[in-house]
């Protein structure tokens, strides 16, 4: 098992002494003991991306946010903009550790945006688990892989008519996305992007399909 810290980049700025823009960076440091070199790559990926999160944030959405600001000068009103990235661990035993972050954008408007990723890492070797890793990715166990999402679609409209597009079992298929999958216990779980299969108030959907080739090292 794997110790985290949390590390945080963060700030409020300002334009003329107006807010107009603020953003707030979390990211995962691990301390090991499997292998620390294997530690300090995936503490390296993740210190990166927060660099590049934060310059992002500081140099391109601040920059149109003051662009924004001065639009509203002349009579049209202005939000600030907001910049989130939250990272969960879902699943930290033995060697393995899986995660997700969502990244939540604001730049005005009726609502924000919020795109997920995900990594699950062997920390032995500091290289990333595949989904093909723990579920066989052939034509035949993908279709069940499918229809195990589709039934979990209906279960849910009918509980709730309209959380999913109605055309949701070709949108299921043309969206899925492999990378798109974390690891809790015993199982694991794909998500699909807002907007893939079901409109914004739905969020982020989530379906659970059963671990083959790791299970008896998750459960």
């Given at each position: 098992m794997q110790i985290v810290a949390r590390k945080t980049l963060e700030d409020k700025m300002y334009f003329d002494n107006t807010f107009v823009f603020d953003y707030k960076i979390s990211?995962?440091?691990?301390?090991?003991?499997?292998?620390?070199?294997?530690?300090?790559?995936?503490?390296?990926?993740?210190?990166?991306?927060?660099?590049?999160a934060e310059d992002y944030c500081r140099n391109t959405l601040f920059k149109q946010a003051v662009n924004d600001l001065k639009y509203s000068q002349e009579g049209q009103p202005a939000n600030s903009y907001t910049f989130v990235s939250s990272y969960k661990i879902t699943y930290n035993a033995q060697c393995i550790v899986s995660l997700y972050t969502d990244t939540y954008t604001y730049m005005g408007g009726a609502h924000g945006e919020t795109k997920r990723t995900s990594d699950t890492w062997n920390f032995n070797t500091g290289t990333r688990i595949k989904l093909n890793d723990i579920y066989p990715l052939f034509p035949s166990s993908l279709f069940q892989l499918q229809n195990c999402?589709?039934?979990?679609?209906?279960?849910?409209?009918?509980?709730?008519?309209?959380?999913?597009?109605?055309?949701?079992?070709?949108?299921?298929?043309?969206?899925?996305?492999?990378?798109?999958?974390?690891?809790?216990?015993?199982?694991?779980?794909?998500?699909?992007?807002?907007?893939?299969?079901?409109?914004?108030?739905?969020?982020?959907?989530?379906?659970?399909?059963?671990?083959?080739?790791?299970?008896?090292?998750?459960?």
């Open positions: 990211y995962p440091s691990f301390h090991t003991s499997c292998d620390v070199s294997a530690a300090q790559i995936i503490n390296d990926y993740y210190f990166s991306a927060a660099k590049r999402i589709n039934q979990q679609i209906e279960e849910r409209l009918s509980a709730n008519p309209g959380s999913f597009f109605d055309d949701f079992r070709v949108l299921s298929r043309s969206a899925f996305d492999e990378n798109n999958f974390y690891l809790e216990s015993c199982h694991g779980v794909i998500y699909y992007q807002q907007y893939d299969v079901a409109p914004y108030s739905t969020g982020i959907p989530e379906f659970y399909f059963p671990l083959c080739a790791v299970s008896h090292l998750l459960c």
